[in-house]
């Protein structure tokens, strides 16, 4: 297969485009620019795949020759994965950035500052009830008729 004239353009303008829209600050836009580098990598795989074959099974009467290569299918199956975990991934820092936006100043500190107030009343909790234990424990001990070992 001879490369077509436009999946070329194509492929060249994605590349361009994806990597303009990269370079901006906004991570949504390095995220549109990924996935715009990511489709333009699949079309140049695709282009340079070569000739398009037979079915990549080797039976009785079918030529080596005229099988399709199935690796650039299988890079591009990759290639699309890992442009979906990528994209993922984006997403979430888009997210967890817009979050922190809107809480300002105040930042991720709120949920810490509550667990620390639940933190500091749990460990006083605990400081009372040991505290009684030794005293119920010292009761006990004098209260004993046994005698301690020297």
């Known amino acids: ?13 994605m590349f361009g485009a ?3 829209i990269m370079l901006e600050r906004s991570l949504t836009r390095v995220l549109i620019g ?4 990511g489709n333009a990598v699949n079309i140049l795989i695709y282009l340079m795949s070569g000739t ?8 009785e009467g079918v030529d080596a020759g005229e099988i399709s290569d199935p690796l650039p299918q299988a890079f591009v199956l990759t290639a699309i994965v890992i442009n979906l975990g990528i994209t993922a991934f984006m997403l979430a820092l888009i997210y ?21 107030a639940d933190d500091a009343v749990e460990a006083e909790d605990l400081i009372r009830s040991s505290a009684a234990d030794d005293h119920a424990i010292q009761e006990l001990l004098e209260a004993s008729d046994e005698e301690r070992a020297p």
Do not use: H, K, N, Y
């Not at 077509?4 to 194509?10: D, I, R």
């Not at 990924?34 to 580098?37: A, I, K, S, Y």
């Open 96 to 116: 967890r950035s817009w979050w922190l936006a809107q809480l300002g100043d105040a930042g991720d500190l709120l949920e810490d500052e509550a667990d620390l």
């Open 52 to 59: 398009p074959g037979l079915a990549p099974i080797l039976g």
């Open 18 to 20: 994806g990597i303009t």
């Open 1 to 13: 297969m001879t490369a077509s004239l436009t999946l070329v353009v194509l492929m060249a303008v």
């Open 34 to 37: 990924f996935l715009l580098v």
